[in-house]
């Protein structure tokens, strides 16, 4: 019963490195989501996959890449990090159409130094 | 453009004392609106999923509501444990089955002994 699983918790990066943070979940949902959260700016959509084999772009994209590599995971890359990525990111899955509502993951604290 | 406010963004109770959070939105036709519930540190946890106008769904203490502008949480006679942030989402019609949601900047609550 581990849901959405989400690695690593915690990360430090210097300005320029790149990672990449992982997102497993194992309910056999169909979508898969990242958001980021900052304090005043709530959740905001980076990138999505509504199905395995498809991702879309969502409201803060510029920055960022994504892979869908199965039906269980989804990734975000950072290629070069910045500051101003600093934040901390979720991932979220859902039934198609996502009326179940979404199930997060306890997400990934990144400092960008 | 779909927007989703919350009010108060910080709410400060007595144990026992009921009170409301509001949810204002704007969204060009509402396929479904969500509350959750975030504690410090933790991926938000999903509460209630809303479809139209005049519908109510209660879990213990809480009872969201829905009109065609707005949701409420209500919080009935609250303990201490009730203290988190709560969340408030929508997703829109024309969001068909991406399953995307809109959130909006959160309310935190605190409930006093």
């Known amino acids: 019963n581990a849901g959405v699983t989400q690695t690593p918790k915690f990360q430090v990066l210097k300005t320029g490195q790149s990672m990449t943070l992982q997102c497993a979940q194992d309910?056999?949902?169909?979508?898969m989501y990242w958001y980021r959260q900052d304090p005043g700016m709530g959740l905001r959509l980076i990138y999505y996959?509504?199905?395995?084999?498809?991702?879309d772009k969502g409201e803060v994209p510029n920055g960022y890449n994504v892979s869908r590599l199965n039906k269980r995971e989804f990734s975000l890359r950072l290629e070069s990090a910045a500051p101003s990525q600093t934040s901390v990111y979720f991932c979220?899955?859902?039934?198609?159409?996502?009326?179940?509502?979404?199930?997060f993951g306890s997400g990934t604290r990144l400092t960008v130094v | 453009e779909d927007q989703v406010t919350q009010s108060p963004e910080a709410l400060r109770l007595q144990e026992g004392e009921s009170s409301s959070l509001n949810c204002s939105y704007t969204?060009?036709?509402?396929?479904?609106l969500f509350w959750y519930r975030q504690d410090p540190g933790k991926g938000p946890e999903f509460l209630f999923t809303?479809?139209?106008a005049g519908e109510e769904k209660e879990k213990e203490r809480l009872k969201a509501t829905l009109t065609k502008k707005e949701s409420f949480l209500h919080i009935t006679a609250p303990k201490p444990e009730d203290s988190a942030t709560y969340l408030c989402?929508?997703?829109?019609?024309?969001?068909?089955?991406?399953?995307?949601?809109?959130f909006g900047q959160g309310t935190t609550l605190q409930v006093k002994p």
């Open positions: 809303l479809y139209s």
């Open positions: 996959s509504a199905s395995e084999g498809t991702t």
């Open positions: 989402a929508v997703q829109a019609l024309g969001s068909g089955n991406t399953g995307k949601l809109i």
């Open positions: 979220a899955s859902s039934a198609k159409g996502g009326n179940y509502g979404y199930t």
């Open positions: 309910m056999n949902h169909n979508s």
């Open positions: 969204v060009s036709g509402l396929r479904g």
